[in-house]
T-cell receptor
Framework: AQSVTQLDSQVPVFEEAPVELRCNYS??????LFWYVQYPNQGLQLLLK??????LVKGINGFEAEFNKSQTSFHLRKPSVHISDTAEYFC???????????FGPGTSLSVIP | DAGVIQSPRHEVTEMGQEVTLRCKPI?????LFWYRQTMMRGLELLIY????????DSGMPEDRFSAKMPNASFSTLKIQPSEPRDSAVYFC?????????????FGPGTRLTVL
């Protein structure tokens, strides 16, 4: 069965500092990987996704993530965060041949002025 | 495209009342998902449909919860009778395996408060 772990439930970071949000998954088959962002009082929006090909994936708002198959990880990074990046971030995994997407518990990113 | 549409955006009701949440998926999407989000339990998948047919309802908490999808453009999630512990934000999402491979598009959610 698939599962997603986000080890950090809360990450505070100063404005313009770099940030990394960690995600590890478990699956016995090939997977698609996603990062979603949820701003306060809103639904989830897709930040980026890995389907195949290059392991470095670039998304919206300057975020990027790297797929590491050997470590079963898909960490999200941004070199310089902005106040507007304050939000909840969800890592998710889906089997390529299956319909359901499994979401991690989320990481709350707080950007400090 | 207007995106996934959910109504109402907010619902306040009293314990024991019936609650119906509505969702209109993105046109052309063949999958529809209902999620519940709470602080304690995070984001939980309740049920999902493919081509209007329920595929997996193992996440539905109790018989008080039911979901229908009478056609490709409309789905409902009903709670009868409602209880205070049902208070949460309920999200609907849709996706298409033909394109955007498993990317789910979420609605704005319905915030349900059961008094």
């Amino acid at each position: 069965a698939q599962s997603v772990t986000q080890l950090d439930s809360q990450v505070p970071v100063f404005e313009e500092a770099p940030v990394e949000l960690r995600c590890n998954y478990s699956s016995s088959v090939s997977v698609y990987l996603f990062w979603y962002v949820q701003y306060p009082n809103q639904g989830l929006q897709l930040l980026l996704k890995y389907l195949s090909g290059s392991t470095l994936v670039k998304g919206i708002n300057g975020f990027e993530a790297e797929f590491n198959k050997s470590q079963t990880s898909f960490h999200l990074r941004k070199p310089s965060v902005h106040i507007s990046d304050t939000a909840e971030y969800f890592c998710a995994v889906s089997e390529t041949s299956y319909d359901k997407v499994i979401f991690g518990p989320g990481t709350s990113l707080s950007v400090i002025p | 495209d207007a995106g996934v549409i959910q109504s109402p955006r907010h619902e306040v009701t009293e314990m024991g009342q019936e609650v119906t949440l509505r969702c209109k998926p993105i046109s052309g999407h063949d999958y529809l998902f209902w999620y519940r989000q709470t602080m304690m339990r995070g984001l939980e998948l309740l049920i999902y449909f493919n081509n209007n047919v329920p595929i997996d309802d193992s996440g539905m908490p109790e018989d008080r919860f039911s979901a229908k999808m009478p056609n490709a453009s409309f789905s409902t999630l009903k709670i009868q009778p409602s209880e205070p512990r049902d208070s949460a934000v309920y999200f609907c999402a849709s996706s298409s395996t033909g394109r955007d491979q498993n990317e789910q598009f979420f609605g704005p959610g319905t915030r349900l408060t059961v008094l």
